[in-house]
């Protein structure tokens, strides 16, 4: 199973509830969901075979984010 990656997980310095976690890609998670705490921690883990696997949604995402606002 693809494991989803946070975007948001504190609103004004709160850490959020995880059913209000939101995720890259909109997956709204679970109570007890394993998430990627951030980017960061999902590319890590792609790059040193890690045997959680990142939601190509997530992914792709972020990838949006930087073709659009890195020129
Ligand atoms: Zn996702």
């Known amino acids: 199973m693809p494991k ?3 975007k948001y997980d504190h609103r004004d310095g709160v850490k959020l509830p995880q059913y209000q976690v939101e995720t890259w890609c909109g997956h709204q998670p679970g109570a007890f969901e394993w998430l990627f705490q951030d980017a960061q921690h999902a ?6 075979g890690g045997s959680q696997v990142p ?6 995402a972020i990838r949006d984010v930087i073709d659009r606002e890195v020129k």
């Open 4 to 6: 989803h990656i946070i």
């Open 55 to 60: 939601c190509k949604r997530c992914l792709k």
């Open 43 to 48: 590319v890590l883990c792609i790059e040193h």
